[in-house]
């Protein structure tokens, strides 16, 4: 994956995300009318909470991982630890104000851009945490960004999609 072929892909489909949502409009955000009752305004901060965590992986070179066994935490696997992470984004969004969730998201989209501008084509094939003792391999660095840009909009994008058009 090439830096202007991963950027190319997260600039079409977040602009397809961003004209989903305006037609969504600012007195619909934040009905209940989607999956697990949550709201376009969850939505959105869903997005831009795994747009930060992408963000802060990839800055400190660490995949994310589950909790060592024997530590406290709720989950000892990656896939339950997104849960709960999707849980708590959730219920903090819900006491979030729209405009802030909305500024938000525009925030976290405009670092992860930045933050790709800045990398090398070799610097995406990389792994996180590469040459650190005991670190599992990840996936290569833009697969990460693009498993929490693109690819999470285009699942997003469905999402919303499906409820706007009643389907």
């Known amino acids: 994956m090439t830096k202007s072929k ?3 892909s997260i600039r079409r489909d977040r602009a397809q995300l961003d004209a989903l949502v305006a037609r969504v409009g600012e007195a619909r955000m ?3 009318a989607l999956e697990g009752g949550r709201s376009v305004k ?6 831009s909470a795994w747009e930060k965590i992408c963000l802060a992986q990839v800055r400190n070179n660490q995949p ?3 909790p060592p ?3 406290p935490g709720p989950s000892t696997d990656v896939i339950n630890q997104t849960d709960v992470i999707n849980q708590k984004v959730y219920e903090e969004s819900t006491e979030t104000p729209l405009h802030d969730v909305v500024e938000g998201a525009r925030r976290s989209y405009a670092d992860l851009l930045a933050l790709v501008e800045s990398l090398s084509d070799e610097a ?7 040459g650190q003792d ?5 996936p290569p ?3 990460i960004i693009s498993s929490n840009a693109d690819d999470h909009y285009r699942e997003h994008i469905a999402q919303i999609g499906r409820w706007l058009d009643g389907v």
């Open 30 to 32: 934040t009905e209940p």
């Open 64 to 66: 994310l991982q589950a």
């Open 124 to 130: 995406l094939t990389a792994v996180l945490g590469a």
């Open 69 to 71: 066994p024997g530590e």
């Open 141 to 143: 660095v833009g697969e």
């Open 134 to 138: 005991g670190a599992d391999a990840s």
């Open 6 to 8: 991963l950027l190319a």
């Open 42 to 47: 969850d939505v959105l901060a869903h997005i």
